[in-house]
Nanobody, 123 residues
Framework: VQLQASGGGSVQPGGSLSLSCAAS????????IAWFRQVPGKEREGVSC???????DYSASVEGRFTISRDNAKGTAYLQMSPLEPEDTAIYYC??????????????????WGQGTQVTVSS
């Protein structure tokens, strides 16, 4: 089983990036998919989650700027990010999720993790 996160990079504030999370060795439609991010020295933060039925949830810090989606036929989930802010700088990880996919309901149960992709927003 493998999750491959990609699409990170360096952009200026106000710019856009689109992250991908490609799954192999599992049926993606069996799981909700979540994106997390982490800055070195800080706690990991849940960013967005999409359920198996397509319901979405976002943290308050990205609501209205990020869009999560999934293509089960391609075995891939996506996170479109725009406009990006310096505070979005972090390593972004994708994970499969068992159970609920709503951050406000409490901790999300993750099953598989990708390796992370760096997003840097700086002028």
């Amino acid at each position: 089983v493998q999750l491959q996160a990609s699409g990170g990079g360096s952009v200026q504030p106000g710019g856009s990036l689109s992250l991908s999370c490609a799954a192999s060795g599992l049926r993606l439609d069996d799981y909700a998919i979540a994106w997390f991010r982490q800055v070195p020295g800080k706690e990991r933060e849940g960013v967005s989650c999409i359920s198996t039925s397509g319901s979405t949830d976002y943290s308050a810090s990205v609501e209205g700027r990020f869009t999560i989606s999934r293509d089960n036929a391609k075995g891939t989930a996506y996170l479109q990010m725009s406009p990006l802010e310096p505070e979005d700088t972090a390593i972004y990880y994708c994970a499969t999720v068992a159970g609920h996919c709503v951050f406000s309901l409490g901790p999300i149960t993750t099953v598989h993790w990708g390796q992370g992709t760096q997003v840097t927003v700086s002028s």
